[in-house]
């Protein structure tokens, strides 16, 4: 039901009532109210309460003046150890994180270099492959051209061979005159190397005869 009324209050933009303190002060029956019974008696009901409310008050506070501050050390105590413990379980949570964040960081360095190696061999291998390429593309040229030149050489042979096939029948008594030819200037240079000799020899005669003859004259 209050919160109905209070939903309600709400609802409708009302603000809120003001504190009843009528309960907390020891008023007696209004004038007109002097010979009435349950006003009499609904004020000693109040003043009983309030009577209650003050024993009450100074039981409290002679509880606090008797155990409050052994009470309060003991909070304090136990407040300072929960502080300890707090403080000790946040150091070893800092030390963790720290050790981890040292672990990622040494991974991480070891993953660059090993990313940044293997970024220089893929980068050697594309290179490598490019130069490959490149060469496998100018042999195949060269090849090209070789092939071409093998076949433009095959073809003059075969004109050659085709041509010389063609003068072989004509030409055969000019070949066999030639042959003769040479060899009649063989024996020619075979008869001239012969007769050299047998011209030189006598004049070698002539000049032993003038010598023989000295001999003679000097022995006559």
């Not at 003059?156 to 005159?177: F, L, Y």
């Amino acid at each position: 039901c209050c919160c109905c009324c209070c939903c309600c209050r709400v609802r409708a933009t009302q603000p809120m009532p003001p504190l009843d303190v009528t309960r907390y002060r020891l008023d007696a029956p209004p004038q007109h109210k002097a010979n009435d019974y349950s006003a009499w008696l609904a004020a000693s009901s109040n003043a009983h309460a309030q009577l209650e409310h003050q024993l009450n008050r100074i039981t409290n506070l002679e509880l606090l003046l008797k155990y409050g501050a052994n009470a309060w050390r003991a909070q304090v105590a136990f407040d300072e150890g929960l502080l300890r413990q707090s403080e000790l379980t946040l150091q070893g949570l800092r030390k963790s994180i720290d050790q981890l964040n040292r672990e990622r960081k040494l991974q991480q360095q070891a993953a660059g270099a090993e990313l940044r190696g293997l970024e220089d061999q893929y980068y050697s291998a594309l290179r490598k492959n490019l130069e490959i390429s490149a060469a496998c593309q100018s042999i195949e040229e060269e090849v090209d051209l070789l092939q071409a030149k093998i076949g433009r050489i095959e073809k003059q042979q075969q004109q050659q061979e085709q041509k010389a096939g063609e003068q072989q029948p004509e030409g055969g008594g000019s070949g066999d005159a030639a042959a003769a030819e040479a060899a009649a200037d063989g024996t020619a240079e075979q008869q001239q190397q012969e007769q050299q000799p047998s011209e030189e020899q006598p004049a070698e005669q002539q000049q032993e005869q003038p010598a023989e003859q000295q001999q003679d004259d000097k022995e006559q």
